[in-house]
C-alpha cells in the first residue's frame, strides 16, 4: 500500500507501509502497551520555557473529546430539517478528505490539522473557541487603537442582573438578551448615546456558572467620541426598566451596571483571546470552590476541567444546558457602521476565522485514514501536533512510533 507524503524538503515519496501481523496479535499488543506508549509522551515532553502554551493546547483537544462524549446523545436540526450529532462532536476528528493533512502556520510557526471537519462552535468547541478568539481580538486591539489615534475614547459597559441557584440558562439568556435589545431601542438610551457621543460598540455574551447558578453578563466596548464619561448611575435606571419589562429581576446599584476604568479597559482588551479559568483543583480543595461558591463562578470550559477531575455527571450537565441554550448564537457583535469609521475590512464569520489558513502555509504530512483511526482514539491529536511543533526529527519519530502502534511498519524501498 503505498501512502505518499511529504519529506523535510517538501517533496513527495512514498513509502510502503504495511500492516503489522494480523490485528491485534502479539507484537502489535506489546507496541500498543502503556510503556511503548510512554515514548510519546517522552517525546511530546515540552520544553521549560513553553510549558503553560504547550499544556494549554494540550488541554483544549483533551476537553475537546469529553466535549464529545458529553454531547454525543445531542442533536441539532439541519437546514433541511433533518436531525442530526452536533457537529462539534466531529470537530477535528472526523476526516473531510482522503488524508489527514499536518500544516506549519508560517505566522507562529505552530502545526495545525487539514482535511478534517472544523465545528466553528465558539461556544463549545475549546479548539474552535481558541482560534477565533485569537482572530478576534487582534480585530478588537486594531480597532481600539485606530479610535483613539483619531482621538476618541473607548469605555466599557458591564450588565448584568440577579440570578440564582436552580434557574435554567436558556429563558434567562432568552430575557437577558431581550431586555439588551429593548434597553437600546429606547428614546432614553439613544438620548444618553448621543450625549456621549457613541459611534458604535462591540459586544461580547459571556456565562459563568456558581453557586448562584448561571451568570450571564456582556461587556460592550463603547467607542465615544470626545472624553465624555458615562457613569453607572446615568445607565442603571434604563437598564433596570428593559429588566423589568421583561420579567427579570431588577438589578441591583452594585452590581447591575458596571463602567470600568480606563486601566480595566486596558485590560479586559489585553487578555482578549486568552483563555480564562478559575478553576484549579487548590482551589477546590482550599476553598471548597463550587459549595461555597460567591461571585467568583466558572466558564464553561472550567464546567469541563471540573467534570475530568471530579467525574461528577451535574458538571456534564451544567455544560449541556449551556451548550444547548448558546448554540447559533453570536459571541461578539459589532455595531452596524463601526468596522468602516475603524477603516477595518469586513467581518469574518466564525466559520471563516476557524478555518483561516495562510497561503504561504507549509504541508509536512498527509496522515492515511487507518493510521488517523488510531491517532484519534487513543487521543494522540494534540500530543502530535506538539511533536510537529517540537522540530520536523521529533515529528518524524512520534509518527514512526504511532504508525508501529497503529500496526504499520514502514519499509525503505
Ligand atoms: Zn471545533
Not at 511533536?387 to 514512526?400: C, H, I, S, V
Amino acid at each position: 500500500m503505498h501512502l505518499p507524503y511529504q519529506t523535510d524538503r517538501g517533496e513527495s515519496r512514498g513509502p510502503e507501509l504495511l500492516p503489522a501481523r494480523s490485528a491485534g496479535g502479539e507484537d502489535r499488543a506489546v507496541l500498543a502497551s502503556p510503556a511503548f506508549l510512554g515514548n510519546i509522551r517522552k517525546i511530546t515532553t515540552p520544553p521549560p520555557t513553553d510549558k503553560t502554551a504547550i499544556h494549554r493546547r494540550l488541554e483544549r483537544f483533551a476537553l475537546l473529546a469529553i466535549v464529545r462524549k458529553i454531547l454525543s446523545g445531542l442533536s441539532s436540526k439541519s437546514r433541511k430539517g433533518t436531525h442530526q450529532a452536533r457537529i462539534v462532536t466531529k470537530c477535528l476528528r472526523v476526516r473531510r478528505k482522503k488524508f489527514v493533512e499536518v500544516w506549519k502556520s508560517t505566522k507562529n510557526g505552530l502545526h495545525y490539522y487539514g482535511g478534517l471537519v472544523i465545528c466553528a462552535d465558539v461556544w463549545s468547541c475549546p479548539c474552535c473557541a481558541a482560534k477565533v478568539s485569537e482572530h478576534r481580538a487582534e480585530e478588537i486591539r486594531q480597532a481600539v487603537e485606530s479610535w483613539e489615534a483619531q482621538g476618541g475614547t473607548v469605555a466599557m459597559q458591564t450588565l448584568t442582573f440577579p440570578h440564582y441557584e436552580n434557574q435554567r440558562c436558556a429563558p434567562l439568556l432568552d430575557k437577558f438578551g431581550k431586555a439588551r435589545i429593548l434597553m437600546k431601542k429606547r428614546p432614553s438610551y439613544k438620548t444618553l448615546m448621543n450625549q456621549i457621543g457613541l459611534a458604535g460598540d462591540i459586544n461580547r455574551t459571556e456565562v459563568t456558572h456558581g453557586a448562584n447558578g448561571w451568570h450571564i453578563h456582556c461587556h460592550t466596548l463603547l467607542f465615544i467620541k470626545g472624553n465624555i464619561r458615562l457613569t453607572a448611575g446615568a445607565l442603571l435606571p434604563l437598564w433596570a426598566s428593559a429588566c423589568e419589562s421583561v420579567g427579570l429581576p431588577s438589578p441591583s446599584r452594585a452590581h447591575g451596571v458596571k463602567i470600568s476604568t480606563p486601566k480595566e479597559v486596558a485590560e479586559y482588551i489585553a487578555k482578549q483571546g486568552k483563555e480564562t479559568s478559575n478553576w484549579t483543583i487548590e482551589k477546590e480543595m482550599t476553598k471548597g470552590h463550587i459549595k461555597r461558591g460567591g461571585m467568583e463562578g466558572m466558564t464553561p470550559f472550567d464546567l469541563l476541567r471540573v467534570y475530568r477531575d471530579k467525574k461528577e455527571e451535574r458538571f456534564a450537565d451544567l455544560f449541556r444546558e449551556y451548550s444547548q441554550a448558546f448554540r447559533g448564537k453570536r459571541q461578539l457583535v459589532w455595531s452596524r457602521g463601526l468596522r468602516d469609521l475603524l477603516d477595518l475590512a469586513p467581518e469574518l464569520t466564525d466559520e471563516e476565522a476557524a478555518t483561516s489558513t495562510d497561503e504561504l502555509d507549509e504541508l509536512l504530512q498527509m496522515i492515511p485514514a487507518k493510521l488517523w483511526e488510531y491517532i484519534r482514539k487513543h487521543n494522540f491529536r494534540g500530543k502530535l501536533l506538539e511533536a510537529a511543533n517540537l522540530g520536523k526529527e521529533t515529528f518524524r519519530q512520534a509518527l514512526d512510533v504511532l504508525q508501529a502502534c497503529a500496526g504499520y511498519v514502514c519499509t525503505p524501498f
